[in-house]
């Protein structure tokens, strides 16, 4: 269904968190830069790909054969899956994830890791997590040392803080307080789908952001984003979206600075769940 945003070649800044079912997959696309954070992931090819039905028709529709940058906050099937039959179509640039496998034997690979940091005009991108010196922990590890994006937007004057956690619970939420107690955020992408094992109190307390995103699939299996969490998010009086009540969530920076937030769910109201509740 993201096929049917509008065609879009020259934002100031925008972030589309694709609906994808149970994963992620999040487009950023700025003037001389396109990108995406995670590719979503593989079920049942036979019956529904992710890359043919959504990613592939989505990035058509954008009319945006290529991708500077792709990172892959690390390599489960729901945030990776895709990667193959993407790249396959679309012209990938450079790939970064916190492991290497050989889906990225001919490609311009590099490891993510904190310090790492992109800048595109007034758009800055940095790696907040994992530390270089953890790489060599990933294999057994690799949700807690999911490559953590910082995206800061100066033009906006309402939300210009993105933090996306990609997999990562409790453990990095603390070291990433202590690196940076200042941290400023004002859309969370919640770690791993709204896990109850992400999202602490003390870190969404710290932060206290103006949105919560959880990408998650409808009923899916693991009762994401987790009732735990809701009621952490609810306690703080800090709102929520979902890929599960609102489809595809796409934030645009307007001219005047003011950041445009479009549901797609709500822009179809045959799509449109809200009479239904989130699954326990």
């Not at 997999?167 to 859309?187: C, H, I, M, N, S």
């Not at 789908?193 to 693991?222: M, V």
């Given at each position: ?8 070649n020259h934002e100031l800044f925008q972030l589309n968190i694709l609906d994808v079912g ?10 001389d830069h396109k990108m995406m954070v995670d590719t979503g992931g593989t079920f049942d ?236």
């Amino acid at each position: 269904m993201p096929v049917l945003f509008p065609n879009k070649n020259h934002e100031l800044f925008q972030l589309n968190i694709l609906d994808v079912g149970q994963g992620q997959a999040i487009f950023i696309n700025l003037p001389d830069h396109k990108m995406m954070v995670d590719t979503g992931g593989t079920f049942d090819e036979k019956k529904f790909s992710v890359a043919k039905s959504l990613i592939i028709p989505f990035l058509m529709r954008q009319s945006f054969p290529r991708l500077d940058q792709v990172v892959l906050t690390h390599l489960d099937l729901d945030h990776s899956g895709a990667y193959t039959e993407v790249a396959d179509i679309i012209n990938i640039k450079k790939v970064f994830s916190n492991q290497k496998d050989q889906r990225f034997d001919h490609a311009n690979f590099e490891y993510c890791h904190s310090g790492q940091q992109w800048q595109h005009g007034s758009v800055n991108i940095q790696v907040l997590s994992p530390p270089e010196n953890s790489l060599s922990e990933v294999p057994n590890n690799q949700n807690e040392l999911s490559c953590v994006i910082y995206i800061q937007v100066p033009q906006s004057k309402q939300y210009q803080n993105f933090l996306l956690m990609g997999d990562a619970g409790w453990e990095t939420e603390f070291r990433l307080l202590q690196q940076y107690p200042d941290l400023k955020v004002d859309v969370l992408v919640l770690g791993h789908h709204g896990s109850q094992h992400s999202s602490s109190y003390a870190f969404l307390k710290q932060l206290k952001p103006k949105l919560a995103i959880a990408s998650a699939g409808f009923e899916n299996r693991y009762g994401h984003p987790h009732p735990i969490v809701l009621k952490r998010l609810k306690e703080l009086d800090i709102p929520l979206k979902t890929t599960i009540e609102q489809g595809s969530i796409e934030f645009n920076l307007q001219s005047d600075g003011q950041m445009k937030i479009i549901d797609f769910r709500s822009t179809r109201k045959w799509l449109n769940f809200s009479d239904r509740t989130l699954s326990d």
